[in-house]
């Protein structure tokens, strides 16, 4: 049985009574062939906390947090637990024993990809299901995964494909890397991770194991797929021409409509990876200070 210490959510209280979401989510057209969607930094506290919770293994209550609008706390702490996501927005380039940190572009793309499952999460809707992001610096694989259901849940009538990217060359990083992934995903050139993602998710609306099956076959129909492909940005790109150049050329992906190219950007005030660090130095802080948990088996 795992107790929050009382101390820890009176914190939290204090410190949100007045709860507004981590990012300022905007939508608007970018061009002919895809929409944008803008994130910038609204409640910086409640982004920091969410981070660390996901981090910690525990997105399941950074989404309850998210849509309920709760005070950002874990459901449980140990000194263990804090050390290990505490190394994981650390810096480490060289190699060495025992690990101290990551590489700065690994830990910045750890955050960036909990950045984007956050935004996602914020506007998604009762019937959507994402892919949990990833809570290590080294992983590998599919950035990020979305299906919404029907109201009945019994067919996938839309999914999101996420590519997410944080670097100082956005536009090459796009045409070289981001495009031709998402020309072999809609060539379902590599489709059994997401076969078994949507699966997964799918699961998670109270399904038996055939129907989830069933329903995910639905994940590889193109009329319902939509792709996202998000960039840590500076504010040199908070233009309408630096995003049209920036996503230029998203119409190779092709024979699907305007809306199902999205070009996602966070927008940050600051160098990029200086952002970044001072980023993971408050997310750092906020773990260090958390309470431990009265563990009783």
Known sequence: MLLKGDSQLKKALSTESNVLPALDISGFQIDD?????????????????LIAIVAMGQSLQAGTIIKKLLPSIPIFTFENLKNEAIIKFKVQDKEQTPRTGYPRY?????????????????????????????????????????????????????????????????????????????????????????????????KLSGVNDNQAMLMATKIIDLSCRHYRASFALTSDFDTPNAQGELFNGYDKIVNITQNQRIGASLIVDSKLRDWFDALASKIINYIEQLDEDVINV
């Open 106 to 202: 690994q830990r910045d793309g750890l955050i960036f990809e909990i950045i984007s499952w956050i935004a996602a999460k914020q506007v998604s809707g009762d019937n959507c299901y994402l892919k949990d992001p990833h809570t290590s610096s080294t992983s590998q694989g599919l950035d990020g995964l979305m299906i919404e259901l029907n109201e009945d849940c019994d067919e996938i009538i839309k999914s999101t494909i996420f590519e997410d990217k944080c670097t100082e060359h956005p536009r090459p990083t796009f045409t070289q890397k981001v495009i031709p992934a998402f020309i072999a995903r809609h060539e379902n050139k590599r489709s059994s991770d997401i076969i078994a993602a949507a699966s997964t998710l799918i």
């Open 33 to 49: 062939h895809c929409i944008g969607s803008k994130w910038k930094v609204e409640n910086e506290e409640r982004l920091v906390s």
